[in-house]
């Protein structure tokens, strides 16, 4: 290669990299791929999300406005639903020993007559002392059956008291036994509930809530009766009767129970289950706090009733919640939060 080849082949390369350093750096010539995008000033912060009105009606988002409720922390206390054929034999002794009573009452005023009618014979001498001793005696038989009719029914109270306490002996052998045929007709279904050592029925406490799978949100009511005068061995608790309705649980089964503990109520809100989304052990819920803005709100403690949750803090009365659809903001907002691989 001669000197002025070489010398040109050095221009000509010297000149190459020059315009390719001036098309770098100048604007007009850069590929719309590498221009940076600037990010928008309400870009969601983390737990927010935002969805316009047609993508929520699309999705089928609800909302519910939140309202303040009272709620008494509960306890758990285990019983069974208790076979009432005792009590019920103990109605029949009754009623037996009442119909004994008045008939031995009836002869008893029968000899009575008799024995007040032979001393009148007696003195006026129309007839002997012995038909007058024997009257005495009849009297004095007469008298003992109404007595032992008398001791027999008053057995047989004691012995219901002892076994079932003043209310329900009161309305075992009670004249009408309305209250026991809701048992008879499984109307309602007798529960027998022990508490814990530890724990005591608050005295204004009524209804409490039962279940045979233990299930909080699918437990029934259960009324008060009494204390009952038994306990359960196994347990050594305070036990109470109560009664429920006899098309959930029958005879035999074994029941939970949820009773409130003493003290005050606590004001909160309740949020229904649908409303409650769970990721990573964490429960969260939604509220609605703009027309196309939702912030996520996690929830520490709660606790399980007839409706839903009951929450005390974290959550007011009059937010909106976000009772359906909740999932989809969750999806939506970690989509929000994956980095685009043009960033």
């Not at 007839?127 to 007469?142: E, P």
């Not at 809701?182 to 509930?193: A, G, M």
């Not at 409650?276 to 052990?281: A, H, K, N, V």
Request: some cysteine.
């Amino acid at each position: 290669m001669n000197q002025s080849t070489y010398s040109f082949n050095v221009h000509m390369n010297a000149l190459l990299i020059v315009c390719f350093f001036i098309l770098s750096i100048t604007p007009g010539f850069a590929d719309d791929d590498d221009k940076p995008v600037a990010k928008p000033h309400n870009s969601p912060g983390p737990g927010t999300v935002f969805l316009d009105a047609k993508a929520q009606s699309l999705s089928g988002l609800q909302t519910a406005t939140l309202t303040a409720v009272s709620h008494r922390p509960e306890f758990l206390a285990y019983g069974k639903a208790v076979n009432i054929q005792p009590l019920v034999e103990l109605r029949h002794r009754y009623l037996v020993a009442l119909t004994e009573r008045g008939s031995a009452a009836a002869k008893f005023k029968q000899a009575e007559q008799n024995i007040n009618r032979q001393q009148d014979l007696y003195r006026d001498g129309a007839t002997s002392k012995r038909n007058l001793q024997v009257q005495q005696a009849q009297w004095q038989i007469d008298k003992a059956l109404v007595d032992a009719s008398g001791v027999q029914g008053k057995a047989i109270v004691d012995q219901a008291r002892l076994n079932w306490g003043e209310k329900l002996a009161e309305w075992a052998l009670a004249a009408d036994s309305g209250k026991l045929g809701d048992f008879l007709s499984r109307r309602q279904t007798l529960l027998q509930i022990t508490l814990p050592v530890n724990k005591q029925l608050a005295g204004d406490i009524q209804d409490i809530y039962v279940d045979a799978s233990g299930n909080r949100s699918a437990a029934g009511k259960a009324a008060l009766i009494s204390t009952a005068p038994q306990t359960d061995n196994a347990v050594q608790g305070e036990s109470y009767f109560f009664q429920t309705d006899g098309s959930r649980i029958r005879t035999g089964m074994r029941v939970t129970a949820w009773i409130p503990e003493q003290g005050e109520s606590h004001t909160g809100v309740v949020i229904p289950k649908s409303a409650l989304i769970w990721y990573m052990d964490q429960a969260f819920v939604y509220i609605k706090t703009a027309e196309q803005q939702f912030s996520r709100r996690t929830i520490d403690r709660y606790s399980a009733t007839t409706d839903g949750y009951f929450v005390g803090s974290g959550i007011n009365a009059g937010e909106q919640l976000v009772v359906t659809g909740g999932q989809i903001l969750l999806s939506e907002e970690f989509r929000g939060q994956i980095p685009n691989e043009d960033d």
